[in-house]
């Protein structure tokens, strides 16, 4: 009997490290984290950073130049020829229909039924509707614009007020050295001010938002006049012509630009304050 309470004593004495262990356990909870369990979190963590820097890493080797990355993410931006064109029709089918019926209503609702073809082609495709979305869109407001005044020339006066708004916001851009199209570089990187950092990639950024800014301010000089006037039939073609077409123009001199231009990709990830 002596020698079973000794036995007992001895267990009690080498078990107080283990009942005290439990005894934390139980008070931070059920779930409380164990070794294990931050070593299996700190292990995830570090896979999830891995990833996602293997994830920048590779689209970063997509594009051996600045200006490359540039011109890509442009494209992107526009969506292509097709988002371009895809912009303009709706416009067209409204002003031609104006010109020749001088229907309000009927005018607005060919836009619409255009913009809302081409969203059906789109979904058949299974392609992207993000532009022709854009479209829809800016149809619906011109329509709002102009049945609650009853005049043909408002359905335009959005168009005019958006890019009057955009080149200053484009500017304002410039003036504090942030240029807009810096951060289509960014977007590639993964980091969006690491571009900020190198001056050179700042003035160039800044000379490729210029050439953005550019036709939006073109096209409230000649629209606007127009607009005030209600010339519809010119708003509508100046608004075709200084569309897709301008566009492609401040395109044009940008890939002159670019093609220039053969700023290492790695000097927008690693550049140095200056």
Not at 34 to 50: C, Q, S
Not at 88 to 110: D, R
Not at 206 to 226: E, G, K
């Amino acid at each position: 009997m002596t020698e079973r309470r000794r036995a007992e004593a001895t267990d009690d004495e080498g078990g107080k490290a283990p009942v005290q262990e439990r005894a934390v356990g139980e008070a931070g909870g059920a779930d409380a984290p164990t070794e294990d369990h931050r070593g299996a979190d700190a292990l995830a963590g570090t896979h999830d950073e891995a990833g996602a820097e293997a994830h920048g890493e590779a689209r970063r080797a997509a594009y051996d130049t600045v200006e490359e990355a540039v011109r890509k993410q442009l494209s992107k931006a526009l969506g292509g020829p097709r988002g371009v064109v895809e912009a303009a029709i709706p416009t067209i089918g409204f002003t031609v229909s104006w010109i020749v019926s001088h229907q309000l209503k009927a005018s607005l609702i060919l836009g619409a039924g255009l913009a809302v073809v081409l969203l059906a082609v789109r979904l058949v495709q299974r392609s992207t509707v993000q532009f022709v979305l854009n479209s829809v869109f800016g149809i619906a407001i011109a329509a709002f614009f102009a049945l609650r005044s009853g005049k043909a020339a408002d359905a335009f006066l959005p168009g005019i007020l958006y890019n009057a708004g955009y080149a200053a916001a484009m500017l304002l851009s410039i003036a504090v050295r942030w240029p807009v199209v810096g951060f289509l570089i960014g977007s590639v990187t993964g980091d969006p001010t690491a571009w900020h950092r190198d001056r050179d990639i700042v003035r160039l950024c800044s000379r490729l938002t210029w050439l953005l800014l550019i036709p939006c301010l073109v096209r409230v000089a000649v629209q606007y006049p127009l607009y005030l006037a209600g010339h519809v039939g010119w708003l509508g073609a100046a608004k075709v012509v200084m569309g897709w077409p301008l566009q492609v123009a401040a395109l044009a001199v940008m890939a002159w630009l670019l093609a220039r231009g053969r700023t290492p990709m790695e000097t927008a990830t690693g550049a140095q304050e200056s």
